[in-house]
């Protein structure tokens, strides 16, 4: 055996050791010199021919194999025990040997606390995380379609729910999570309404009635004069109560408004009348009223329209916020997907403000769960200003948010298309199945470079195999997650044995369903 070549996070090996003769990608590999130990972990495995010719006698000399090993430096070994860091190196004159089960159980053997996640895949050993680490800094959840990120999710929200103080709550866009038992579902659009003044007038105006400041200067100059004469004490970036009704009807009178010159007419029909000219927003507001009066008409957005009073602001807050119930759901599956993206700002934006009010003595941690998070928190790239707000909201939570007790838990199956402010806040990883390269890419540049190596073979992962990379695991190995007790509902439809079940489509009915709606 020969140590070819080492650096600060890679060792590659050239050896014909039976012992390597089986080798596979992710086995663990002990590296030592005798004072100083590596443990490494299989990235790639080579073949090289050593021989194989015919000789002056003409028989054939028997080749030995070679193999090249290279392998990702994951952490050392010091008194038996595995630790992360590397202190120092071995020499190049080293010995090499494949880690067994046994060995490996007696290097993990102080890692046995936390949570368990699952099993490592390879030995048959609990996987445990652990909970300070893995929810003090803000973690991240990426993966295929159907590769079992909402399975993951849900065992890390049942192993948390057992705690009486978890303070959890999952912007759930497909309602995945609604029918846990350990959950308060909080599904807007039926039994929880978000009236339209709980967005604040700014995040009305732009996210909801889709009118640009930059480029609607009348309009939002009419919206200001109703919003303060409806509200008075009101401000723009806070949810103020204020009547939508009466707003549209006095834009209505705005639009058709004419004011009196303090001049009268001498002759003509008119005689003994007041001169009027057109107001300053005579006949401006038309698009702005249509478009408030099609919401207020629309039944599915019914529930923006709800006459609560500015206590349901108190109200809905507790709700979310009481950790009475340690995870919160925020089921947005009932209402359109243009309101929920919104609906997501508007409460992160209010749990973060809360959470600033507390000190330290009072505080309450919470983690915010982001299902499907490349939707409403994307990459910087052509986003509109009140998206770009929204976005903000989350990239200062990312920045700061550790310092007033809440953090990130992002899920999504296109990390590439995810914040990279956020994503690079992020301190630990968990990686399902990844087959896009640039989705890989992403997260191999979040990561050193010896763990990021590892994230190509997710390729080959099956469903509920995960890689978890950062502070709360101990070492980087593929972990098959533990069913909860309690599974999600999953959105994976079964075609094949749909059609082969043969039902018929009750189409009048959808029909019916969908021009009502």
Same mark, same amino acid.
């Given at each position: 055996m020969k140590l070819i070549k080492i650096t600060s996070?890679?060792?590659?090996?050239?050896?014909?050791?039976?012992?390597?003769?089986?080798?596979?990608?992710?086995?663990? +590999? $002990?590296?030592?010199?005798? %004072?100083?130990?590596? !443990?490494?972990? *299989?990235?790639?495995?080579?073949? #090289?021919? @050593?021989? =194989?010719?015919?000789?002056?006698?003409?028989?054939?000399?028997?080749? +030995? $194999?070679?193999?090249?090993? %290279?392998?990702?430096? !994951?952490?050392? *070994?010091?008194?038996?025990?595995? #630790?992360? @860091?590397? =202190?120092?190196y071995p020499t190049m004159d080293v010995t090499a040997e494949i880690i067994s089960g046994e060995r490996f159980r007696k290097m993990l053997s102080s890692y046995e606390s936390g949570f368990l996640i699952g099993e490592y895949a390879a030995y048959g050993y609990p996987a445990f995380l652990d909970g300070d680490k893995f929810f003090q800094r803000h973690a991240c959840i990426?993966?295929?379609?159907g590769s079992g990120k909402s399975e993951t999710v849900a065992r890390i929200l049942e192993q948390a729910s057992k705690l009486p103080g978890t303070n959890i709550i999952v912007f759930d866009i497909h309602g995945e999570y609604s029918g846990l038992s350990y959950v308060r579902n909080i599904r807007i659009g039926e039994g929880f309404g978000f009236p339209i003044w709980m967005f604040g007038f700014s995040d009305m105006v732009s996210d909801i009635l889709k009118v640009r400041e930059e480029t609607a200067s009348v309009v939002m100059s009419a919206l200001r004069k109703c919003y303060y004469s409806l509200c008075p004490g009101g401000k723009e970036n806070k949810p103020e109560y204020f009547n939508f009704d009466a707003m549209v009807g006095m834009l209505e009178r705005m639009n058709i408004e004419e004011v009196p010159t303090g001049e009268i007419y001498k002759t003509g029909d008119k005689a003994g009348t007041a001169k009027t000219v057109k107001g300053d927003f005579y006949g401006k507001l038309s698009g702005v009223i249509n478009t408030m009066k099609d919401k207020s008409n629309d039944k599915r957005y019914s529930f923006l329209f709800c006459e609560e009073p500015q206590d349901y602001l108190w109200e809905f807050l507790r709700i979310v916020l009481d950790n009475d119930k340690p995870v919160k759901n925020i089921d947005l599956s009932g209402i359109p997907h243009d309101i929920a993206i919104p609906v997501i700002g508007t409460v992160a934006k209010l749990v973060y403000g809360i959470q600033r009010m507390y000190d330290m003595d009072s505080l309450v941690p919470v983690t915010l769960v982001c299902d499907e998070a490349h939707v409403y928190i994307p990459a910087d790239f052509q986003?509109?200003?009140?998206?770009?707000?929204?976005?903000?909201?989350?990239?200062?939570?990312?920045?700061?948010?550790?310092?007033?007790?809440?953090?990130?838990?992002?899920?999504?199956?296109?990390?590439?298309?995810?914040n990279k402010t956020i994503m690079a806040q992020c301190g630990n990883f968990i990686v399902s199945k990844l087959n896009n390269e640039n989705d890989k890419a992403m997260i191999k540049g979040m990561l050193p470079?010896?763990?990021?190596?590892?994230?190509?073979?997710?390729?080959?992962?099956?469903?509920?195999?995960?890689?978890?990379?950062?502070?709360?695991?101990?070492?980087?190995?593929?972990?098959?997650?533990?069913?909860?007790?309690?599974?999600?509902?999953?959105?994976?439809?079964?075609?094949?044995?749909?059609?082969?079940?043969?039902?018929?489509?009750?189409?009048?009915?959808?029909?019916?369903?969908?021009?009502?709606?």
């Open positions: 996070d890679n060792v590659q090996i050239r050896t014909d050791s039976e012992e390597f003769r089986d080798i596979r990608i992710n086995d663990l +590999v $002990s590296v030592s010199d005798g %004072e100083t130990e590596l !443990v490494t972990v *299989v990235v790639s495995v080579s073949d #090289i021919d @050593a021989g =194989g010719a015919l000789g002056e006698e003409d028989y054939i000399f028997e080749g +030995v $194999s070679m193999k090249n090993v %290279e392998c990702s430096i !994951v952490g050392s *070994v010091r008194d038996g025990i595995f #630790i992360k @860091a590397v =202190g120092r990426v993966g295929n379609t986003l509109s200003a009140s998206q770009k707000r929204m976005v903000g909201i989350f990239e200062e939570i990312a920045k700061e948010g550790r310092k007033f007790g809440i953090t990130l838990f992002p899920a999504s199956q296109r990390p590439s298309e995810l470079d010896g763990d990021a190596s590892m994230v190509d073979s997710t390729s080959t992962f099956r469903p509920g195999e995960v890689l978890i990379i950062g502070d709360s695991v101990p070492i980087p190995l593929k972990i098959q997650v533990t069913l909860a007790k309690e599974r999600p509902q999953s959105r994976t439809i079964g075609f094949w044995k749909l059609w082969e079940h043969g039902g018929r489509t009750e189409l009048d009915e959808r029909i019916k369903e969908y021009m009502d709606a």
